[in-house]
């Protein structure tokens, strides 16, 4: 499953969301996959294969909190799936022009999408064991390519992204140094019917729109097709490559 020889041991983060949740389901249907759900809210207490806790990606000693956990319950990834995300909040959606610009949430959408994700990487890649097949995956947005920027707009949201991209890059080059499998990419998920894109789906067709679970599928075949040599790389839902 996903390319992987030996049994998958996966830390999805955002499990509770819609396509985190559908990673969730999809990896324990493997009768010999660990996974470790994390969420911003309080959730379940582990049962069987699947552990859980509490992560707040603007808090690193939450992140230190989580990967103390992990140590003590010898879970060791090879697996990393970080499906959390901030477009907008209540009463607040993404910029139509920079006069909406307004800095405490511009800060906070890149705490979850820019800085969480580096801090993912700063203390879960030490983790991967040295050999055999490890990959690292941050969920991004195509409107985070730079290159593909037509519209304009959604300035926070794009940049955060953006930003992550970047992040992904210095990650994948650093990292590649000592776990020569590595596999480190941002990947675009589509639109898919969540509540962060529910303001903005009202006009497209059903066709346009896919499921958590039909995203899920998608990515799961893009992560099987991916090697060290595509490390650092941003791709969509269909495999193609975005430019950043």
Known sequence: ???????????????????????????????????????????????????????????????????????????????????????????????????????????????????GVALLGKHLIPLFPREGRCVFVSLSARVGSIADNRLGGWYSYRASKAAQNMIIKGLAIEAKRRWPSLVCVALHPGTVRSKLSDPFTSKMRPDQLFSPEQSCEHLCRVIESLGPDDSGNFYAWDGQVIPY
């Open 1 to 115: 499953m996903l390319g992987f020889s030996e049994p998958i041991r996966a830390l999805v983060v955002g499990g509770q969301g819609g396509v985190g949740g559908a990673f969730v389901a999809s990896l324990l249907q493997d009768p010999l996959a660990q996974v470790w759900m994390t969420a911003r809210s309080p959730i379940l207490t582990s049962q069987g294969r699947l552990f859980t806790s509490q992560l707040d990606l603007t808090n690193e000693e939450s992140l230190e909190a989580t990967v103390a956990s992990m140590g003590d319950q010898g879970f060791v990834p090879n697996l990393v799936i970080n499906c959390s995300g901030l477009l907008h909040s209540e009463g607040r959606g993404p910029e139509r022009t920079w006069r909406h610009l307004d800095l405490d949430m511009m800060r906070r959408i890149f705490d979850v999408n820019t800085f």
